[in-house]
């Protein structure tokens, strides 16, 4: 079992400092995928990891948090952390190839009306902790405003609460699926957003303006704000696809 360390050795080989969640995700991720670590499955506690993967206890909680969101694993009060169950979650079709500009274009109105709907469901049904909850969040993004792959995680947990606060399983099971296929693109348009205007400042006024809305019970509030973000990663995440095809075409006039 992965919970007594008989899947890996107590050291592994030290991560890329880039984005360190993602990385833990992503090994532990493959280890699901290849049938390593099986459905029901405990993982080791959060400080065993930290140790294993030599990090920090918070790049395993946002890594653990990532999992989570895409439904890939399972957080069980008192018990810990397991493989979800095969029936537990929604399969994705995300391989870690890149995906075409029209699968992510799709993808990405799924998110519009998925998430618009979640943050709709929240400003209806959040408790007051879980609405406290995401304002300490979102002032973590704003310490975290220039650098992508700690807004990102920070920016994962948030979007995971608001499932949770929906109150609905099988939302936030779609919502992590979803969120798993455009992984890569997402980190990529943050990087790119910080590239082209400096910060992420606007990301985090945006998702605060979700929140606010949520902590005033104003529904549709939240839905056109999410929407608005949703709207702003898209213009960010497209225009990479848009400028891959620039690139592409431009090299290509020159080779004739």
């Known amino acids: 079992m992965f919970g007594t360390l008989d899947h890996m050795p107590r050291s592994l080989e030290p991560l890329k400092r ?3 969640p ?14 390593q670590l099986k459905p029901g499955e405990q993982l080791p506690g959060h400080r065993e990891l930290a140790t294993m993967f030599s990090v920090s206890v918070g790049s395993v909680r946002e890594a653990i948090s ?24 929604i399969p994705t079709i995300w391989s870690g190839s890149p995906l075409d500009r029209g699968k992510v274009e799709e993808l990405i109105d799924a998110r519009e009306v998925l998430e618009g709907a ?28 220039s650098d992508a792959a700690t807004f ?33 693109d997402l980190e990529l348009g943050a990087e790119l957003s910080i590239r082209r205007v400096g910060d992420l400042q ?3 006024d945006e998702h605060r303006r979700v929140v606010e809305s949520i902590a005033a019970r104003d529904p549709e509030g939240a839905r056109a704000a999410m929407i ?3 709207g702003h990663n898209r213009e960010f995440v497209l225009g990479m696809y848009a400028h891959v095809s620039t690139s592409a075409t431009q ?3 020159s080779a004739e």
């Open 18 to 20: 880039a984005n360190l």
């Open 22 to 35: 993602s990385s833990i995700a992503d090994r532990i991720r493959r280890q699901i995928g290849s049938g």
């Open 66 to 89: 990532m999992l989570v969101s895409e439904g890939l694993i399972a957080t069980r009060a008192g018990h810990g952390t397991f493989v979800a169950e095969s029936s537990e979650h």
């Open 118 to 145: 979640i943050a709709a469901m929240a400003a209806e049904r959040a408790t007051s902790e879980q609405i406290e909850k995401l304002r300490s969040i979102i002032e973590r993004m704003q310490e975290a405003h």
């Open 152 to 184: 990102l995680a920070a920016d994962v947990e948030l979007h995971l609460l608001l499932a949770e606060a929906a109150n609905n399983r099988y939302l936030l099971k779609a919502m992590g699926g979803i969120r798993s296929m455009l992984r890569r």
């Open 202 to 204: 606007f990301a985090v």
């Open 228 to 230: 608005n973000v949703i």
């Open 251 to 253: 090299g290509s006039i």
